[in-house]
């Protein structure tokens, strides 16, 4: 038994207020003169009895009417699974994620989560609020709304190209929540529940408020996917060279035909070629003349089609001019010299340079707006205090802290660089991001959870990449690597935007806008204004988003799909309890999701009856009132005759 | 002929109710103008004490009046002889008017008057029929002890020295109307009708048994039994704390639960009385001080009628 409206009880309290007084508080009552007091105390000695018997009768009816009263305001229930429940905040997650549109048998998964969704919002009342949330979509804001705009919203939901981060979501939307006025509070968790979709976390996401898991039985197919493209192995090639396009094909234990993958350049089928599952292949690919080169590997369509293709862009470009300032190392110095040698870039004066690399941030403040500047620290901690200075100056928001921390690890990231991989860092600084400038920056690679490379742009609006060790043997292996040279060609070319595109973007991602750039087009072909942020979020779509200065590309950024997305591997039933909380409660079908959403679902409400019993009640309360009314024969007339 | 027609209360005060019937004046003002209305009102008089009408002859004693001496039969007989009239038939009066201090109340004060204005007015208006009809009329007037009294008096002077001392009557201390009333049966010396005007809260017992004294020594008795409406009705509130003013005894009563009870009992106490009352020739009339005043006044005459 519970009550829909318990506040309601606190009014039975101060309506007792006037029962108590008049029960215990007698001596309050008015004095009044009467000379008949005889007939009243023969009327109590010859009635005592029956009053009394009444009196006991009519406060139990008055006692049970007030009671009754109250429990019917504060909505009495009885226990049990009926088909009402308390009013309810309820978040609805439906993970709309790249993997939502698999097709399974004749109709997505994301139908299929809509409509459990629906099942939801028709379980619900008026008094229940909700908010959606779209796992593919996290940037979308949620409102919170009645069950009609929840369910125009569910409705509404398509399929994100983007990764879906459950158990993000879950903190969101557990975040919601606990700022809701509601006393009983739930999540629906609809999703396919990628394994993926729950990086390793130290807690419960949703903390102590429950969450109804939707968990299918249907398991998710064996999928097929381009899992990486890469142009010239990390180097893009330059004006009039030829390449190699490098696709990486998603391993599959089940299955090893290989896929048969068409390369397509500028809308024009350039390749064909065989990759099997868990390898890749290499074709190549013609030179191109100056300009911006589109492609895209393609494989045959499966069940999940946006991981059946993958884009890249770079520019084809004469070799990017490079300036060097500071004390950069030995091994810097001699794989720019090699580069330039090969034809990969052309070493210049910082006043004409396109990329500058400095050792100690010399020569920033003479650097052309349109450069980028990749800056390397000193081994020498006691040369940071000047960098740190300059980095304030041109208006970078990192700082180098002054004490090296040592240790053996290799780089990693969701972000990292082909050409950072597998490199061990023993000796970095740590990177500290100051609270005065807000720029927006990213961290391309991490050592042991510390920022080691990040890149952003300055607020003259010229990209930077800092480095948190110093480019040398005793504080990373790098030099010594093959890395080395790729690593200095893809500061130059790719990342410095001087040649080839970007290839590791995520649809989801939020992309830097270059600083000339005014207008971003989406895959869809909308334009849409940069705003003050110079970030550019809702990239729910796989496809080239161009930067546009007027008519002008600038920039040409490629995203693909989250290769995660295309491990349709599924948590096991354990792994919710362990990743979601012991507060999940697992629904497979839909007539168990019907009973589990609401879990505070109860029976019948009890007020009608109970006005119904209090009515009759006061009927009752009336007779015994009025008992003893009967006209005994004794009228005025009849006492005056 | 044709009469002005007029309501009837305008030209009969008598069917005024108390309340209205107290803004009229003094008592001998009200008292004689409820008695004109209430003998206008009447069919046939009931004048039989004003009557000069012969009855019989008797033998003259010391002390008769010389004017009433039949000369012719001195002339045949020899002997005095005096005429007797109708009005030498006419009774002797005693007004018994209980002031104790319960007949100072009043349910509704300022509108409705106490049981004790009641009870003056009525005695005025009787005295003033009595004394009309050639009646002697006397008064006496008690709460634990008499405390006033007028010798029974035939006469103009009587009603005016009645009104005298009933107008200053007051309410006071408790009741015990036995002792009143055996003091009364002894000091009265000629049989005659004793009314008794009171609320007749007293100890019932011992009133009964001193109004039997009274019966027994050859008195007709008539108890008109004053009540305020708001005795027999309890006041429309919840819960009360009721007082006696005579005893200052407290009862806490929640009016709503023993409403009923009350009404009974209260009817039911009447109802004692007249059953106690009458085997032994009391008349017992219950009077609400609501009730205008020629309701008593046509019970006295049909007593006084019954009397002859």
């Known amino acids: ?641 | 002929m044709n009469t002005p027609h007029t309501a009837p209360n305008a030209s009969r005060p008598d069917l005024l109710d108390a309340a209205t019937l107290s803004q009229l004046g003094g008592i001998e003002l009200i008292a004689r103008e409820v008695v004109e209305g209430f003998l206008m009102g009447l069919h046939r008089s009931p004048h039989r004490g004003f009557s000069a009408e012969f009855a019989e002859l008797r033998a003259y004693q010391a002390g008769d009046d010389l004017r009433y001496i039949d000369w012719r039969m001195f002339g045949r007989s020899d002997r005095y002889y005096v005429k007797q009239f109708e009005e030498e038939t006419n009774l002797r009066a005693h007004l018994l008017v209980d002031v104790s201090k319960s007949m100072g109340w009043s349910s509704d004060p300022g509108v409705l008057p106490p049981k004790l204005w009641y009870a003056k007015h009525l005695a005025a208006s009787l005295a003033l029929i009595l004394l009309r009809q050639g009646d002697s009329v006397g008064m006496a007037a008690f709460h634990d002890i008499v405390v006033e009294r007028v010798r029974a008096r035939g006469g103009r002077r009587q009603w005016a020295e009645l009104t005298h001392h009933l107008a200053a009557l007051e309410a006071s201390e408790g009741t015990s109307a036995e002792r009143a009333i055996r003091d009364l049966a002894i000091r009265l010396k000629r049989r005659g009708l004793v009314i008794l005007l009171s609320d007749l809260l007293v100890r019932p017992e011992e009133t009964l048994t001193a109004l039997k004294f009274l019966r027994h020594h050859g008195h007709e008795v008539l108890v008109f039994h004053l009540l305020d409406p708001g005795e027999r009705e309890l006041p429309p509130v919840s819960e009360a704390r009721f007082f006696d003013p005579e005893t200052n005894d407290e009862l806490l009563v929640s009016i709503p639960d023993i409403r009923n009870e009350y009404r009974a009992a209260v009817a039911d106490a009447l109802e004692e009385w007249r059953n106690n009352l009458r085997p032994h020739g009391i008349d017992y009339h219950v009077l609400e001080t609501d009730q205008p005043l020629s309701s008593a006044l046509r019970t006295y005459l049909r007593k006084r009628e019954r009397l002859g």
């Open chain 1, 1 to 641: 038994m519970g009550f829909l409206n318990p506040l309601f009880l606190f009014t039975g309290l101060v309506i007792g207020v006037p029962v108590f007084l008049h029960l215990f508080h007698r001596q309050k009552t008015r004095r009044l003169s009467f000379p008949a007091l005889r007939y009243l105390e023969r009327t109590e000695r010859e009635h005592a009895k029956e009053i009394r018997i009444r009196q006991l009768l009519l406060l139990l009816i008055r006692i049970m009417v007030l009671l009754f009263l109250v429990g019917a305001g504060a909505r009495i229930f009885i226990e049990g699974r009926g088909s009402s429940h308390p009013p309810t905040a309820v978040v609805l997650i439906v993970d709309n994620s790249m993997s939502s549109g698999l097709v399974v048998g004749e109709s997505r998964v994301l139908d299929e989560l809509k409509e459990i969704a629906v099942t939801s919002l028709e379980a619900s009342s008026t008094e229940d609020q909700f908010w959606v949330l779209r796992a593919g979509e996290p940037w979308l804001p949620s409102f919170p709304g009645r069950t009609s705009e929840a369910r125009a919203i569910v409705e509404s939901t398509e399929t994100s190209d983007a990764r879906g981060d459950l158990a993000g979501s879950l903190e969101r939307a557990a975040g919601i929540l606990r700022t809701a006025s509601f006393k009983h509070r739930e999540i629906h968790l609809i999703s396919d529940l990628q394994a993926s979709a729950f990086p390793a976390r130290g807690e419960s996401p949703a903390g102590d408020i429950p969450v109804v898991v939707w968990s299918s039985r249907q398991s998710l197919s064996q999928n097929h996917a381009i899992t990486g493209v890469s142009v010239g192995g990390g180097l893009p090639p330059l004006e009039g060279d030829k390449t190699e396009i490098t696709v990486y094909a998603l391993e599959n234990s089940n299955d090893t035909t290989p896929l048969s993958i068409r390369l397509i350049v500028n809308e024009q089928m350039r390749g064909v070629t065989q990759v099997p599952p868990g390898s890749a292949s290499a074709t190549t690919l013609a030179a191109n003349a100056s300009g911006w080169i589109r492609g895209y590997v393609d494989a045959d369509p499966d069940a999940l089609r946006t991981d059946d293709r993958r884009y890249f862009a770079y520019h084809s470009r004469p070799a990017p001019r490079v300036a060097t300032t500071g004390d950069i190392g030995l091994f810097a110095t001699e794989a720019i010299s090699v580069l330039e040698s090969a034809d990969r870039l052309r070493s210049v004066s910082p006043r004409e340079a396109e990329v500058l690399i400095t050792g100690m941030g010399v020569s920033l403040d003479i650097l052309p707006l349109s450069a980028s500047v990749l800056v390397t620290p000193p081994s020498d901690p006691t040369l940071l205090p000047g960098l740190n200075r300059r980095l304030a100056n041109e208006g970078i928001p990192w700082r180098y802290s002054a004490r090296p921390r040592t240790g053996s690890a290799i780089l990693g990231g969701r972000n990292l660089p082909d050409p950072l991989e597998n490199v061990r860092i023993e000796r970095w600084y740590d990177l500290e991001l100051s609270d005065d400038l807000e720029t927006p920056s990213r961290t391309l690679a991490e050592v042991s959870n510390d920022a080691w490379a990040v890149q952003g742009t300055d607020t003259r609006g010229r990209p930077y990449l800092l480095v948190a060790s110093a480019l040398d043997v005793s504080s990373t292996s790098l030099p010594v690597s093959t890395g080395m040279v790729r690593f200095i060609d893809w500061v130059a070319n790719e990342w410095a935007g001087t040649g080839m595109g970007h290839t590791d973007y995520e649809a989801g991602d939020e992309l830097s806008a270059p600083r000339a750039a005014t207008h971003v087009r989406f895959p869809y072909g909308e334009e849409f204004e940069i705003d003050g942020t110079r970030v550019v979020r809702g990239t729910s779509e796989v496809g080239f988003y161009d930067f546009l200065n007027s008519d002008s590309i600038l920039d040409v950024v490629a995203l693909n799909s989250p290769i995660a997305e295309s491990r349709l591997e599924k948590l096991s039933p354990e792994a919710i309890l362990t990743q979601i909380g012991e507060r999940a409660r697992p629904a497979n079908d839909r007539t168990e999701w019907s009973r589990e959403v609401f879990g505070q679902r109860q029976g019948p409400e009890l007020w009608w009856p109970l006005l119904l019993v209090t009515i009759i009640l006061l009927g009752i309360e009336s007779l015994v009132a009025s008992a003893g009314r009967v006209d005994r024969g004794v009228t005025r007339t009849a006492n005056t005759s």
